[in-house]
């Protein structure tokens, strides 16, 4: 598996849940140190997903093309 496939299936969604939980963080009443860091999670998801989502999905074996979603909407 590839660092472009391995980004794909891993490291950009993760980078989203990060920053959903972020958000789930600095919205609750429960833990100030959860609230606290809140912002920082979010921060660290948002720049992560910028990273990310710049890298190009991997090309398929011999067309030069970048590999699409058969069920995307375009």
Do not use: D
Not at 28 to 55: C, D, E, R, V
């Amino acid at each position: 598996m590839s660092f472009r496939a391995i980004n794909q299936k891993y490291l950009e969604p993760g980078s989203q849940v990060l920053m959903v939980l972020g958000i789930v963080a600095l919205c609750q009443p429960w833990n100030m140190a959860l609230h606290t860091y809140g912002l920082t999670i979010i921060l660290i998801g948002l720049i992560g997903f910028n990273i990310t989502s710049k890298i190009a999905p991997e090309e398929e074996a011999g067309t030069g093309h970048a590999a699409r979603n058969p069920g995307a909407q375009h």
